[in-house]
């Protein structure tokens, strides 16, 4: 697949963020414009927050449709893609039959999954098996089906979040649990990890399996787009510990399923921001997403110690409009980040500020 009815300019996005990816836009940025929708407001007349039942595909895919096509004028830097939000996290533990709960979210329109934890002990561990045939996996592929067909070439599938490493162990015994087991347990620790290993495997073969890549990649809902098979990483658990203990448990599950793929990508909320040093030397990675976090500055005003602690690597800033123009204006924008712009009025609004992103120099 090499274009998107939903996006006419493609294949010059794909340069852009190609060129990104190849850390030869370091004097210039990208941008991609969060616009309202009026399939948004509709979603929000018919859906209230909070916890929902596991929602039909098609009404889903459906949906995204119509704020893609509402989007399709805008000549930002993204690349129009759908993301599997109800397997996002759910998937994972109910592959192992952990309870999931599923959450509406009507700001962003995302019906989210999250697992309780299954345990209290390790007691249980020998019974885990991976389940082709599992009825969540076969959800999976159903929706996986669903969406693809929905696509057809208007947009594409974004890949979605890994569950693995300590992620997984928490679906398995909590996160308190989890920490602890570390200095109990370590064993116990290492031999989940293994298996969450297999698992990820199995979902994300899955999906590069039965979802087309767009110009040799992988669209991405944080990044945009990638070259090759592309899987997005999470390293929240160690948000809560010392860098040591990354270095000691987190980088090799890590690098091992970037090397399982063409690499991957990861998000850094506010309180890991200490671990960008050690994240940027990851083996495969491709990109940072530097997010936001309730009780610590915005990435936005770091941006500068940021793109200087991260050397040359691809990172993602969310901002927005009114702070982004203010900063476009005093060229306060450090160059080869990809920022989100929040708060955008409209499609007319969004071109306007794409030709002076375009016309920028850092």
């Not at 015994?173 to 969450?196: Q, W």
């Not at 970037?258 to 083996?283: K, M, Q, S």
């Amino acid at each position: 697949m090499d274009s998107l009815e939903y996006k006419p300019s493609c294949d010059e996005t794909i340069r852009r963020l190609r060129l990104w990816h190849e850390r030869r836009f370091m004097d210039r940025i990208l941008a991609r414009c969060e616009i309202p929708v009026k399939a948004m407001d509709h979603f929000r007349e018919k859906h209230r927050d909070g916890d929902c039942e596991y929602p039909d595909p098609a009404e889903r895919i459906a949906f995204w449709d119509a704020v893609l096509a509402e989007q399709s004028r805008l000549e930002d830097d993204a690349i129009p893609a759908v993301y599997l939000t109800e397997m996002d996290q759910g998937l994972y533990g109910g592959m192992v039959d952990a309870e999931i709960r599923f959450l509406c979210d009507t700001r962003s329109g995302w019906v989210s999954s999250m697992a309780v934890p299954l345990w209290k002990d390790w007691s249980k561990f020998d019974t885990l098996v991976i389940d082709r045939h599992h009825p969540w996996f076969q959800r999976y592929l159903n929706q996986l089906e669903v969406f693809v067909n929905g696509a057809a070439g208007k947009f594409g599938i974004s890949h979605f979040i890994l569950i693995d490493s300590l992620n997984f162990v928490f679906e398995l015994l909590g996160a308190t649990a989890t920490y602890l087991s570390l200095e109990t347990d370590p064993d116990m620790v290492r031999r989940a990890v293994n298996f969450a290993f297999e698992l990820n495997a199995l979902i994300q073969d899955a999906f590069f399996e039965n979802t087309p890549r767009l110009a040799g990649g992988t669209c991405s809902n944080r990044i945009s787009w990638a070259p090759g098979r592309i899987v997005s990483e999470s390293i929240d658990p160690f948000h809560m510990t010392s860098v040591d203990y990354f270095e000691k448990w987190g980088r090799e599950p890590v690098e091992r399923i970037f090397g399982r793929y063409d690499g991957g990508i990861i998000h850094i909320h506010g309180n890991g921001r200490r671990l960008l040093e050690a994240a940027v030397t990851i083996r495969g990675l491709k990109a940072i997403c530097m997010d936001d976090d309730r009780g610590y500055p915005p990435a936005v005003e770091l941006a500068g110690e940021c793109r200087s602690r991260a050397g040359d690597m691809p990172l993602v800033i969310r901002v927005g409009y009114e702070t982004f123009l203010s900063k476009l204006d005093r060229r306060e924008l450090p160059g080869g980040i990809l920022y989100d712009v929040a708060n955008v009025p409209g499609i007319d609004e969004g071109n306007r500020l794409m030709e002076r992103v375009r016309a920028y120099r850092a």
